[in-house]
């Protein structure tokens, strides 16, 4: 909500200290549908031929998350510690257990505890594989750090080309209304000889040009391509959290310790606290 509160915020003082100063929204108001559709139009249509349809399509889910904020809550974080906590005691106490939950975890009894974490592909997609490579002894912690980093930074810039897209388009909208506000130069030039009256308001619709461009690059697109830039860095945390996990256990730590190395990498306004974590976990061994 605090994007939505930010644009009526931008909106009302901009507009209002207008009117104050003793502006007319006439002008304004008369030329916006016929800039509007120019610089809009023309920011929409670079857009779209210069970017691919995921990139695209991400956009629109990234525009609803600058709305809703993070996807992963306080819950989401500490319901991530309690799966691994539970993947991990099964794989100490048999390898050849956990297997049966790697290979189909839309049929493990563990990962249905979890129905938020178990439909993101990404998060799945990172425990069974990093697991999966453990019981193929592939135990070199350095190398499955490296795997990991590559793995998170790869992701982290996949979920990022949503908030490029939108900066580019933010950087191209100051020219765009400069573009706008050329071409009502040219229809003013094209009318020279009406009254001054008349070309007064001609070359002041032509300025709403520069105006839309350079308001909704720095007041609109803007503000939400960074917003959207430090969602996806907070909801990459929870990632990084199951590789702490699973590179704290390569290093022989017992489950409370990995655990509680993630939890502290966890950021500070959704990490849940270590009583928190402790009593959800002995939730789980009273249940089992």
Not at 34 to 43: K, L, T
Not at 93 to 107: F, G, L, M, R, Y
Request: contains cysteine; proline residues 4%; hydrophobic residues 45%.
């Amino acid at each position: 909500m605090n994007a939505i509160l930010g644009l009526v915020v931008t909106i009302g003082m901009v507009f209002g200290g207008y009117l104050l100063a003793g502006g007319h929204m006439e002008i304004i108001m008369h030329a916006l549908p016929f800039e509007g559709m120019m610089i809009g139009g023309a920011a929409i249509g670079a857009f779209l031929a210069s970017n691919d349809f995921n990139t695209i399509k991400h956009t629109g889910g990234d525009l609803m998350a600058a709305i809703t904020g993070p996807k992963w809550k306080k819950t989401d974080y500490q319901d991530l510690l309690c799966l691994m906590t539970e993947l991990l005691n099964v794989l100490k106490q048999n390898p050849v257990d956990i297997e049966a939950h790697i290979e189909e975890p839309q049929s493990s009894d563990i990962f249905q505890k979890y129905p938020k974490i178990l439909k993101d592909h990404d998060a799945i997609e990172m425990i069974c594989d990093t697991i999966r490579s453990m019981l193929m002894n592939f135990d070199n912690v350095h190398q499955v750090e490296e795997l990991l980093e590559k793995h998170l930074e790869s992701l982290l810039e996949e979920k990022q080309h949503g908030s490029h897209a939108l900066q580019n388009m933010a950087d191209a909208l100051p020219a765009l209304g400069i573009v706008a506000a050329v071409l009502g130069v040219i229809k003013t030039m094209a009318s020279i000889d009406k009254p001054p009256e008349i070309l007064g308001g001609m070359i002041g619709g032509a300025l709403v040009g520069t105006f839309l461009g350079v308001f909704l690059a720095y007041g609109v697109v803007g503000p939400f391509a960074s917003r959207i830039r430090s969602i996806r860095a907070e909801e990459h945390f929870f990632y990084s959290m199951i590789g702490e996990v699973l590179v704290s256990n390569l290093h022989k730590n017992p489950v409370n310790i990995c655990v509680e190395v993630a939890r502290r990498h966890a950021p500070a306004r959704v990490r849940p606290s270590f009583n928190e974590i402790e009593q959800a976990v002995r939730g789980l061994k009273q249940a089992a």
